[in-house]
Nanobody, 121 residues
């Protein structure tokens, strides 16, 4: 497992933006597929976005497509989630996740502690 630490969450008004960051331990980011998930109060954890280890492919949940962008900076060993046009229904704890080295952007098995995002109406 890779150690992951999320940051960048907070309180924002509807229509605003936030950028979440996920710092990975060591220098393994360049070969690790990464993803973002979220869990709202009373709901199951859901997929938000993912990016392949070589950054060649990105994937998004329909609920965030066109508003959120996942990216990675291997030199900084960090993955980002840029969130624009935020809605109250985006309120959740957001988790960074890592998959298998050189593997597909699925079956994530390493997780960060989460960062709270609250969007006011």
């Amino acid at each position: 497992q890779v150690q992951l630490v999320e940051s960048g969450g907070g309180l924002v008004q509807a229509g605003g933006s936030l950028r979440l960051s996920c710092a990975a331990s060591g220098r393994t980011l360049g070969i690790i597929p990464m993803g973002w998930f979220r869990q709202a109060p009373g709901k199951e954890r859901e997929f938000v976005a993912a990016i392949s280890w070589n950054a060649g492919s990105t994937y998004y949940a329909d609920s965030v497509k066109g508003r959120f962008t996942i990216s990675r900076d291997n030199a900084k060993n960090t993955v980002y989630l840029q969130m624009n046009s935020l809605k109250p229904e985006d309120t959740a704890v957001y988790y960074c996740a890592a998959g298998r080295p050189l593997g597909p952007p699925r079956d994530f098995d390493s997780w960060g502690q989460g960062t709270q995002v609250t969007v006011s109406s």
